[in-house]
């Protein structure tokens, strides 16, 4: 039985102590170390792409370094499980769609009034006839209610209709297209009629005495 155990040890012996056998062990240590030093910096990069914080890619690092090069397949599945699910990359990904989503909802143009969807060149809402839009009364295009000046042609809503209402010297005013409601037509209208009446009172008075003319003398 000695004998036995003896000659296996020794075989055993001779195995490790051939010079290739050795060699294959050296070079299989040299790679597991490797493996181990790779598996640190691929930690650091990894932290990297997953958080603004300097510290971090090198707290990972040494995570797998303090593994030993024996334990360091525990220390990565440790850092696995600890590390940030997202990149940064895809953080920002996710934050571009979402901000385009929104500017897209945001560009669909809705009635104030009924929240119902309405198109660009509509003038009234045609659920609750809610004004929208009013025409340039100097080039016809569709214009903002906000606005004080046209963006096609540069006209001033305020001082065009200013210029427009008041006279010009020796004539009537300017003849411009204005938007007007219904009650200033209708006051536009009894004044007319006013200073009609008001002009033929005179005419009438003085008809009869221009028709007599004056009295013959006897």
Not at 138 to 162: I, K, P, T, Y
């Amino acid at each position: 039985m000695d004998e036995i155990l003896k000659t296996i040890g020794d075989t055993i012996g001779g195995f490790f102590a051939n010079p290739i056998v050795q060699l294959s062990f050296q070079l299989i240590v040299i790679y597991v170390i490797i493996l181990w030093f790779a598996a640190a910096y691929w930690a650091f990069r990894d932290m990297q792409l997953r958080t603004d914080n300097p510290v971090l890619p090198y707290v990972a690092a040494a995570l797998i370094i303090l593994f030993t090069f024996v334990l360091f397949p525990l220390g990565i599945i440790v850092y696995r499980i600890v590390r940030p699910q997202e990149k940064i990359g895809e953080i920002y990904e996710r934050n571009l769609a979402e901000e385009a989503l929104l500017a897209e909802v945001e560009s669909i143009r809705t009635c104030p009034t009924c929240q119902r969807r309405v198109h660009d060149e509509w003038i009234i809402c045609p659920t609750c006839r809610t004004r929208l839009n009013r025409v340039c009364a100097n080039c016809g295009r569709l214009v903002g209610l906000d606005w004080s000046l046209c963006a096609w042609c540069g006209r001033d809503f305020e001082r065009g209709d200013l210029a427009a209402i008041t006279p010009v010297s020796g004539g009537l005013p300017e003849p411009e297209r204005l938007e007007a409601t219904t009650a200033n037509r209708t006051a536009a209208r009894g004044s007319g009629t006013r200073s009609a009446s008001v002009r033929q009172a005179p005419r009438s008075s003085s008809g009869p005495r221009s028709a007599s003319g004056p009295v013959p003398e006897p």
